[in-house]
C-alpha cells in the first residue's frame, strides 16, 4: 500500500472515530437520539426539558405587596381615569400654500370635573391656542371648547362631549387641613407621557407664587413630588384619592423637575370653577375703578392700587372716590390711592384683587384711601361685575 493510500485510510478511520464520539452518551448508553441531561423523556416517549435548576436558578416567588402599594396602585387605578391629556392647537398659515393649518403648539394634563364633560386644567396650557383636543385615559381624542378662564388664578374650564359613560368626575377633598409632610400623589402627562404617577409628601404651605398675568396666587400647596413640564394642569391627590390641588408650577432653574413643585389649592378651585362653568370669568364684586399700571407706583413713590378713573355711577363714584385730574391747564393731580378693605392691607393691585375675591355684589367695605398726603377711609358699596 502506497503511503497516500495510507494516508487516507487513516483520516477515514480518524472521521468515524470523531462521529461515533459525537452520537456516544455520556451515560453509556448507545443511540443518537439519547436525551440530553437537560432534557427528561416522558413515560409516553416524549422529551421535555429538565427542571429548573439543572439549567439555570429558579426565580424566587415574589412576597406578597406591601399594603403601602397596593394603597397606592389601587389609587392610580381609580383616580387615573378622571386625568386628561390636552394638546393646545394653533392656527398657521403655510408659507408656499397659504392654506391655514392646525399645528400643536402645547400640551398638557387636566382632570373631568362632572358628568357634563367639563375638563379643569391650568390658563397657561391653554393660553393663546385657536382649538383645544382633550384625551382621554381610554385614549379616545374629543375637540374641546374653551368655556372660560381666570388668568389670575391660572385655571381655565375646557369641556368635551363624549358619552357620559366615559366621563369619571375626581372627587374634591380638603385643602384647608393639609400637613407638611402628608403623603400626595400627582398625575399627569409629564414631557407627553400620558398616565404618570408620581409620589410625594407636602412639603410647604400658605406660599405665593405670581400668576401669568402678574397677579399673586396666595395659599399654594408646595410638593415633592416630581413635576415637569407636561403636569401642569393636572391634580394633585391626598391618599384616598381627592382632589387637594392643581399642579401649576415647578421651581427649577433648568425647568425640569427640581424637589420643589406647586399646586394651587382646592379651595380656590370650588371657588373659580363655577363661576367659569356659570359666566366664563370669575364673576367678582368690583368697586367701579379703573387702576393704574404698578409702575406708576414707583414713579409717584407711593404704595397702593392708584385710581385712574371712576366708573359713573359705580359704587366708588356714590361714594365720592377721585381718579386723576387735569387741574390749572394741562397739570395732572394724582387722584386717590387705595391702601386698604376692610383693615386688609392693599399694596398693589393685586393684592387689591385679592381683597374683594371673598366680596359679593351688594356688600358694603371700608375703603382706607391715601388722598392729598391724607389718610381717609370711606364705605363703598360693591357692584356686580360687568355693570349694576
Known sequence: MSSLNRMVLAAVIAGFGFLAGLSWPRDGRVGVNAPSALAQTTPQGQVRPAAQGQGRPAAVPRPELAQEERATIALFERASPSVVYITSLARQRDFFSMNVQEIPQGSGSGFLWDR????????????????????????????????????EKDLAVLRIRPPQDRLRPLPLGNSDDLRVGQAVFAIGNPFGLDQTLTTGVVSALGREIQSVNGVPIRDVVQTDAAINPGNSGGPLLDSAGRLIGVNTAIYSPSGAYAGIGFAIPE??????????????????????????????????????????????????????????????????????????????????????ILALEQKRAGDTVRVGILRAGRRQEVRVRLDPAGGR
Open 116 to 151: 357634563q364633560g367639563h375638563v379643569v386644567t391650568n390658563f397657561h396650557v391653554v393660553q393663546g391656542a385657536s382649538s383645544w383636543q382633550v384625551t382621554l385615559s381610554d385614549q379616545s381624542t374629543w375637540d374641546a371648547e374653551l368655556v372660560g378662564g381666570a388668568a
Open 267 to 352: 379651595h380656590s378651585v370650588r371657588w373659580v370653577v363655577p363661576d367659569l362653568i356659570r359666566y366664563g370669568r370669575v364673576n367678582r364684586p368690583t368697586l367701579g375703578v379703573e387702576l393704574a399700571p404698578e409702575a406708576w407706583n414707583q414713579q409717584i413713590g407711593v404704595e397702593g392700587a392708584v385710581i385712574v378713573r371712576v366708573e359713573p355711577g359705580s359704587g366708588a363714584a356714590r361714594a365720592g372716590l377721585r381718579g386723576i385730574q387735569q387741574v390749572r391747564g394741562r397739570r395732572m393731580e394724582l387722584g386717590d390711592v387705595i391702601q386698604s378693605v376692610d383693615g386688609q392691607p392693599v399694596t398693589s393691585t393685586g393684592d387689591l
